[in-house]
């Protein structure tokens, strides 16, 4: 299993233990190592842009070791996380005979990982798989922590569950052929670790991001590191009963715009919800007081740098009325008794989570910032 140099982040979750592996390269030896795993076939899952780019060297890699391939690709883009795309998937594995020993493979971004995740969940009853993230956001996030599923009309994630997968791996050559705007949404992601809990983090980013895009050593560090972080909250919290909801930040305010948005990618994609979602959980939590308008300063500053959106005005299309994001806010799976729970910042990296804010003051927030 020769293959170049690469980081090793352990997630130690008992009987779902498992590997993230990152680093240049590791699709080649890719079939080795899932062949290690066990299994006798496997159905790799991808997409239209990612299916043509990289599936038949993944398709060699893991016949080469003996296991018989079958692979299904879906149209490209956040609509196909639905009950549609669920069903393709589904059938297609039943179709190519895949039993509870073989493997799906998610070879794409977060798209794919969430959506074959969720059906090697619900195949059988629960078939593995193995995360092979292709995009920036995937490598990051959508990888790690085994939230698989689906969006529903009535809002993002809402049909889905927690299945971890067998083993990760994060080639961080194949986001040499990702595009731009793709390689922005993903690092709205990566921004969000150092501003959960880590100021140093964030410093870090600030400094180094060039080299992220450019695919120097700094892209890997920063894949790994912010493996390392969302391992470690997961590990703590892995079903979400407490902690786990800080990997939220940016969220309830991002995924009511991918839903008023209609979950089109050619208007706003997941990354691009997150980094306007951060913006507003600053700026919020400046307008209650609970932050120096500094640092709400700070994180729009650097997220306007790299070329993300900071501002519900930059939603192609509009950002739809404060009753139509309040609306779609209220599906948050953070909700409890009816009640928001956001995730606040009293400072860059010193993120918490906060129930009780007044219905009121949300309002009064979002109709400034429509208004802006
Ligand atoms: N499960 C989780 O914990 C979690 C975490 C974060 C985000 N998500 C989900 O992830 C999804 C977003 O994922 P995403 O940003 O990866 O989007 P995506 O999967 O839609 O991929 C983005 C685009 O890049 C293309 N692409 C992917 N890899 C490529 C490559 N190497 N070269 C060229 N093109 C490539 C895809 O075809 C697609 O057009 C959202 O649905 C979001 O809800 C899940
Ligand atoms: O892994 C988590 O937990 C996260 O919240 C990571 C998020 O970046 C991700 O978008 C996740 O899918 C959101 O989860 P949801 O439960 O709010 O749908
Ligand atoms: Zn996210």
């Known amino acids: ?23 240049r390269g590791l699709i080649e030896s890719a079939g080795a190592r899932i062949a290690s795993l066990s299994a006798r076939a496997t159905a790799i899952v991808t997409d239209e842009h990612v299916g043509p780019l990289y599936a038949s060297a993944l398709t060699a890699s893991l016949e080469a070791q003996g296991l018989r391939v079958s692979v299904v690709t879906l149209p490209p883009g956040e609509a196909t996380k639905s009950y549609a795309g669920l069903e393709r998937v589904c059938d297609a594995m039943l179709a190519a005979r895949i039993e509870r020993g073989d493997l799906v493979v998610a070879l794409g971004g977060g798209v794919i990982g969430d959506l074959a995740g969720f059906a090697a969940a619900v195949v059988r009853r629960g078939v593995r798989f193995v995360q092979v993230p292709t995009t920036l956001l995937s490598q990051v996030d959508s990888s790690v922590g085994g939230k ?12 889905g569950a927690f299945h971890q997968p067998s083993l990760v791996i994060a080639d961080t050559a194949l986001l040499d052929t990702l595009p731009l705007r793709e390689m922005r949404a993903g690092y709205a992601e990566v921004a969000k670790y150092g501003l959960i ?49 800080l990997l939220n930040l940016g969220h309830t305010f991002g995924h009511a715009l991918e839903k008023i948005t209609a979950y089109d990618s050619t208007r706003l994609v997941h990354g691009e919800g997150v980094a306007i979602g951060l913006a507003l959980a600053f700026r919020f939590s400046a307008s209650l007081g609970l932050c120096p308008p500094a640092d709400a300063e700070r994180v729009e500053a650097h997220l306007k740098a790299v070329g993300l959106p900071t501002r519900l005005s930059q939603v192609p299309g509009g950002c739809g009325t404060v009753d139509a994001l309040l609306d779609a806010m209220a599906q948050d799976k953070k909700v409890k008794g009816g ?14 989570i906060a129930p009780g804010i007044a219905a009121d003051e949300v309002r009064r927030f979002l109709t400034g910032e429509i208004d802006a």
């Not at 698989?148 to 009309?153: A, L």
């Not at 600030?206 to 120097?216: I, K, L, S």
């Not at 079903?239 to 786990?244: K, P, Q």
Request: glycine share 10%.
């Open 339 to 352: 009640a928001l729970i956001f995730i606040l910042a009293r400072g860059i990296g010193q993120s918490f």
């Open 197 to 245: 809990d880590d100021a140093r983090f964030f410093a870090w980013c600030e400094a180094n991001w060039q080299g992220v895009f450019a695919g120097g050593p700094e892209r890997d560090e920063a894949v790994a590191q912010s493996c390392r972080a969302k391992a470690a909250v997961v590990v703590r919290d892995e079903h979400e009963n407490g902690d786990r909801a």
């Open 1 to 23: 299993m020769d293959s170049p140099s690469f980081i090793t982040v352990p997630v130690p979750l008992g009987d779902r233990a498992y590997e993230i592996l990152v680093g």
């Open 148 to 159: 698989t599923g689906i969006n529903s009309r009535h809002g993002k994630n809402l049909v």
